[in-house]
């Protein structure tokens, strides 16, 4: 089949990356991506995901099978050519009333797989809530000051190098053509399937199925009558004012995103090779652009020049494939950049379509039944990770106006209502999502982070099921295992522009 791209950036070049290393042989790709357009970011963050996707052995089963010629991925020309830097967990700055910090790497416990999850819950029960991050792996490397063994980090990078990079290479690396144009028109058949885009020569680019890249824009997606399903009584937040902040001359670079609650949103600080890409996201109906840059101003204690001030709607599509469309990225969704939930979202959202329901023809691919099943699972994925999002404003702050609508109006939704109490009796664990999105193991450090469970609640459990000694000596070998595979790895703390692997 012919897959047209609409749209570049990360998420269109990550769609046309992956599409071609489902099944190299089976599908010509082209990208319509114009230069004119910018994208957003200021500093962005992935997931490991991210890692698996450029590594090509293990999101594909069969990456190694169908395509035997394919080089290992070269991560280091990739941190340099993008200013990425591995991005272990988030740390999270005054979420709860009780002002603080807790840590959430990207991975889940050593455990988090098992019900229940002996090392989380006997790091919990003896080292305190603020510790939990010592039951996984790229805890463990936190701790130790080292790069991890086996890679499974995410990336802090350049937005705008990293769309740059994934288009050179995936060009050059694929079979797949990149065409630099504005869309001018998209041509609807009578059946509503898309035939072809106008670009703006004139030309026609036909395909047999396409795919909406376009960011806020969602081009193809209105197009063809894709509605919107908006999240603000969720998720008050809906505005972010992106800047940049260079590093001071002996600062040391770390491995660890920074997002911190301030009074009417939250502030991310993002890591690069070569500068902190920053932002606040806000709510503007408590508060001002000019009052929101001073306040971001103060915690950074100096001026900043926002880049913009951006202004955007929570929420999602009614339908993420339609017809011949497939909306992924920008255009499908937006949450907010917390969690980093985007690239990941993308990566999935594609890879599932990939693996589960694309075939070898156009006629075979366009089964009613595979685009029910699929809009189900994709709509499942992203309230997912909306709830996820709204999960972290559930810390009880109330020094604000925006805290005290979020904590007295309840602005909440019923499945982070339903985990919170289930919490009460039970720490939840990976039986309670049936979770195949991958982020399920996560909650668990914004649960402890946020004050919802207590090392006698981990302790209790611990003895409930008879685990204490084993757990104890589970984590014991843990620790001495990463700390043994650990020893000959670099340390992590290095400065701007040197490269971490």
């Known amino acids: 089949m012919k897959f047209v791209v609409c749209g570049g950036g990360t998420a269109g070049w990550v769609t046309a990356l992956t599409i071609h290393s489902s099944n ?138 990293v769309a740059k990079f994934l288009r050179e290479y995936v060009t050059t690396t694929t079979k797949t053509t990149h065409i630099d144009s504005v869309i001018k028109e998209v041509n609807v058949n009578s059946a509503g399937l898309v035939e072809g885009v106008v670009i703006e020569d004139g030309q026609v680019i036909d395909g047999d199925f396409f795919i909406d890249a376009t960011g806020f824009t969602r081009l193809l997606a209105n197009k063809i009558g894709i509605g919107w399903i908006d999240y603000k009584n969720q998720l008050l937040v809906d505005r972010a ?28 600080r993002t890591p690069t090779g070569e ?31 926002p880049i913009k001030h951006i202004k955007y709607e929570s929420g999602r599509v009614d339908q993420f494939w339609k017809g011949n469309v497939l909306v992924v990225g920008l255009a499908s969704s937006f949450i907010e950049p917390l969690e980093a939930t985007s690239i990941h979202a993308t990566i999935m959202q594609i890879f599932s379509f990939c693996q589960e329901y694309l075939s070898d023809t156009k006629e075979r691919t366009l089964n009613p039944a595979s685009i029910q099943k699929y809009n189900a699972k994709t709509e499942k994925m992203y309230e997912y990770y909306k709830d996820f999002t709204v999960f972290h404003y559930q810390g009880g702050r109330e020094d604000s106006e925006f805290w005290r609508t979020i904590k007295f109006d309840k602005i909440t939704s019923p499945a982070v209502e339903n985990y919170i109490e289930r ?35 981990a302790m209790n459990e611990l003895i409930q099921f008879n685990q204490f000694e084993f757990a104890q000596a589970q984590y014991r070998a843990f620790r001495d295992d990463m700390r043994k595979a650990h020893e000959n790895c670099k340390p992590f703390e290095l400065k701007p522009k040197d490269f971490i692997v």
Not at 284 to 298: G, H, L, M, T, Y
């Open 241 to 268: 004012m992106p800047f940049i902040v260079p590093y001071k001359e002996e600062e040391k670079v770390q491995p660890v995103t920074v997002a911190e609650a301030l009074s009417s949103g939250w502030m991310w």
């Open 275 to 305: 500068r902190r890409g920053c932002g606040y996201v806000y709510s503007s109906a408590f508060i001002s652009e000019d009052e929101a840059q001073a306040e971001a101003e103060k915690i950074m204690g100096h001026p900043i020049e």
């Open 24 to 161: 190299p042989t089976a599908h010509e790709v082209v990208v319509i991506e114009s230069q004119k357009i910018g994208i957003i970011g200021a500093g962005e963050a992935t997931s490991g995901l991210m890692y698996d996707l450029l590594d090509g052995s293990t999101l594909f089963n069969n990456t190694q099978t169908l395509n035997p010629n394919r080089t290992a991925f070269d991560f280091v020309d990739f941190a340099k050519k993008v200013d990425a830097v591995p991005k272990y967990a988030l740390k999270h700055i005054n979420w709860a009333k009780e002002k603080g910090h807790y840590w959430a790497p990207i991975n889940g416990s050593e455990t988090s797989r098992k019900s229940p999850d002996h090392i989380f819950n006997y790091v919990v029960a003896e080292f305190g809530p603020e510790k939990a991050y010592l039951s996984s792996v790229l805890g463990q490397s936190y701790d130790l000051g080292k790069v991890p063994p086996g890679g499974g980090y995410g990336f802090q990078f350049d937005a705008h190098k």
């Open 423 to 457: 919490a009460k009796s039970r720490i939840p664990g990976v039986l309670h999502f049936m979770d195949f999105w991958g982020v399920d193991a996560l909650w668990k450090w914004t649960l402890a982070g946020l004050g919802y469970i207590s090392r006698e609640q």
